[in-house]
Structure formats: structure tokens, C-alpha cells
């Protein structure tokens, strides 16, 4: 690959992992609109794409995951009860629909657009107009999430990541801070746990070399959909950036990371509306 190419690959990174870090989104709603036109140029099939951008959306977020969650830890904010209970459903969930999607043609390229547009105007809509409800610290901490929620929530988490590439966190932080209550710095912190366990499942599914013999040169060594030449320079960019983020979050307003959010997916949503005219 040319330096050029590796250079943005690292910028793609730093952006990826400053949001993470800032948002506990996993930085999807960046990275999988970077995939499509990096992806693009390599000449994949329109029905297989799709499986591509999920598969390297998932695989770099688990080590981003990984990373932002210990960094949560070393903050006292990462909530391991919580996390398990909706990652356990969310990483079967996942990995089923994965397999779903692996094996079969039906999910092309424009209901994959269409899932994402419709995550990303639902998210953009919910952080401008609905404001979060204060909560002090004390209420915060007692906060408990019942099993049969986290249940149904970890399953609906897995199911939308493995048909979006989204990490989560588009569902999972507006179900937490308007149904539990729970504020919105805990919330991406439970977040970007669940995210770090369900895409271990979904990337386990999409290294299946068996599953891509067909397709397995269309990218630079290729282990099943995934490139490991194109996240590397990525995930450099991620380990750099994702502390600075988890910094700046914890010395920001929650009403200033909800704008951000919003404006961020709203600069997204007019991006995919252009793809999809195009």
C-alpha cells in the first residue's frame, strides 16, 4: 500500500478512537462510512460489501473497545455487573445474525444504507430534542438494571450491531439513560463494555476462512472478510486517540457530548442521503 494510503488509514484511526473515547460509542458511526469508500476502491462485489464493512467495522472496535473500557477502569467508571448482563444475550444474538447474513445474499448493499440512515436519524433525533433528566450522584449509583431488561436489550444490541456495524451504542445509551435512568457518562462507559464483548462474538464469525475461499484475495492479507493490512495502520490511530477522548469526556458537560453526538450522526445522515441518491 502506498504511504498515502497508510497516513489515512492512521487519521481514519485517530478520529475512530477520539470518538470512542469522547462518546463509549465505539466510533462506528465514523468508521463504517470511511470503509464503504475505502472498500469500494477494491473492487468487491456490491453483494458481498456489505459483509466486508461490518466484519473490519467490528474487529477494530473490539480492540477499541478494549482499549477505552481498561481506560474507564483505571477511572473508576466501568460497571462489570451491567456490562455482562446485556453483553452475554447481545454476543449470541450477534453472532447468529452474523452467520445469518455470512451464509446468504438477501442483505445487499441498499437495505444495509437504509438501516443505517434510519439508527443514525433515530440516535440524531433523540440527543437534540429529548434532554436528559438530571440525576445526582447518589440516585445514579443505586441505579440497578433489571435482568429481563438487560436481556431484551442485549439481544436487540446484538442483532442491530450485526445488521448495522454500528458498535452499540446507538441503542444501548438511549435505552439506558431514558428507561434506567442511568446518566450518560455511566452509560457510554456500560456501553463501550458491551461493545468490546459483542464484537468478539461477530468478528469471530466473520474470520471464518471457510465462509470467503472465493473472495479471499480481493484485499491485502485477508483472513476471512477481514484485512489485517488495512486495520493496522487504523488501529495505531485508535490506541493513540482513545485515551484523549475518555479525558476530555470526563471534563465535559453531559449536554455538550449530547449536541456533539447529535451533530455528528445529523453530518452523517446527509453523507449516507448523498450515497444513496448517488
Known sequence: MAISFIILLFLIGIANGFYSGLMGT???????????????????PESEIVKFIIAHSLFITFFNGLFVSYKQYKINNFYYKEVLLIAFPAMVSGFIMSEIIKISSWYDK?????????????????????KEKVINKVE???VTIKKAFS???????????????????????????????????????????????????????????????????????????????LITPVLFGVFIAAPFGVKVAQKTAPSILRYLFGSVMVLICLKTVVSLLS
Open 26 to 44: 465505539g466510533g462506528n458511526v465514523i468508521l463504517i462510512p470511511a470503509l464503504d469508500l475505502i472498500l469500494s476502491h477494491y473492487g468487491i
Open 140 to 142: 445514579t449509583n443505586k
Open 151 to 229: 436481556f431484551g436489550l442485549g439481544t436487540l444490541t446484538g442483532l442491530t450491531t450485526a445488521l448495522s456495524g454500528f458498535g452499540g451504542g446507538i441503542v444501548l445509551i438511549p435505552a439506558l439513560t431514558e428507561f434506567c435512568k442511568i446518566s450518560i457518562k455511566k452509560a457510554s462507559s456500560i456501553s463501550i463494555g458491551v461493545v468490546m464483548f459483542l464484537a468478539i462474538s461477530i468478528s469471530i464469525s466473520y474470520l471464518n476462512i471457510g465462509a470467503t475461499n472465493n473472495i479471499k484475495s480481493l484485499l491485502p492479507n485477508q483472513l476471512g472478510y477481514i484485512s489485517i493490512s
Open 110 to 130: 441498499i437495505y444495509f444504507d437504509l438501516i443505517f440512515l434510519f439508527l443514525v436519524v433515530l440516535i440524531a433525533t433523540r440527543f437534540l430534542f429529548f
